[in-house]
């Protein structure tokens, strides 16, 4: 493992943590898409299947189980917490994310490595892993105002993806047989969704005011 990989799996789990700690220190979930939280424990529990059959290192098999554990308490507080559920903004997270769901079925039946169980809902995981921010981007501009702990967390997750691109461009220049062309296609579309939040994050991290995207 590279300090590029290192520092992307350090950053999604940062925003994992800001998460958590913004919902358990203030008994809320306003400006948190449930939906892009329903995606995201989605993506790991199809991803990290290899659990059940595969060991690759002690690192790789705790960050796998925190990063499952954490997206289902986070649906847990969203979904089951007396008080937490009643900071959700329904209203707002409308997105219609099953057909997110659908489409990234769809495209890894057709677009994959090998045609095997395990290898179809990993190349699911990553389609899907692409565009489960969306949900989130949107409530965002409907609410306009964005509250540090929320901006943070989307950050965090934003700089994740772009370390895991450095890691891939690192590894394609010296690994010979290095080939993830599923995985790094789908990462620059992820991380291109991020760049107006990101441009808005660094307006308001200049100025010292509060994160504000247009609506």
């Excluded at 300090?3 to 809320?28: C, E, N, P």
């Excluded at 990462?187 to 994050?201: C, H, N, S």
Aim: glycine content about 4%.
């Amino acid at each position: 493992m590279n300090i590029l990989r290192f520092a992307g799996d350090m950053t999604h789990l940062i925003s994992i943590l800001v998460l958590l700690l913004k919902i358990y220190a203030t008994k809320s979930c306003s400006g948190i898409s449930l939906k892009t939280q329903e995606l995201y424990a989605m993506v790991f529990l199809t991803r990290y299947l290899d659990l059940f059959t595969d060991f690759i290192s002690v690192y790789n098999t705790v960050m796998k189980l925190v990063f499952i554990g954490s997206s289902l308490a986070i649906l847990w507080y969203m979904r089951v917490h007396r008080a937490v559920k009643r900071s959700y903004d329904k209203e707002l997270d409308t997105f219609r994310h099953y057909f997110l769901i659908g489409a990234s079925f769809a495209l890894a039946l057709l677009v994959h490595e090998k045609f095997t169980f395990q290898e179809i809902f990993w190349a699911f995981s990553i389609y899907l892993e692409a565009v489960a921010i969306l949900p989130q981007l949107v409530l965002l501009q409907r609410s306009g105002n964005v509250d540090n702990l929320t901006g943070q967390y989307v950050f965090f997750l934003g700089a994740y993806r772009a370390f895991y691109i450095l890691n891939w461009i690192y590894r394609y220049l010296t690994e010979p047989k290095f080939s993830r062309r599923i995985a790094c296609i789908s990462g620059i579309v992820q991380t291109a969704l991020y760049a107006d939040f990101f441009y808005y994050y660094f307006i308001s991290w200049k100025n010292n005011s509060k994160l504000k995207l247009p609506a």
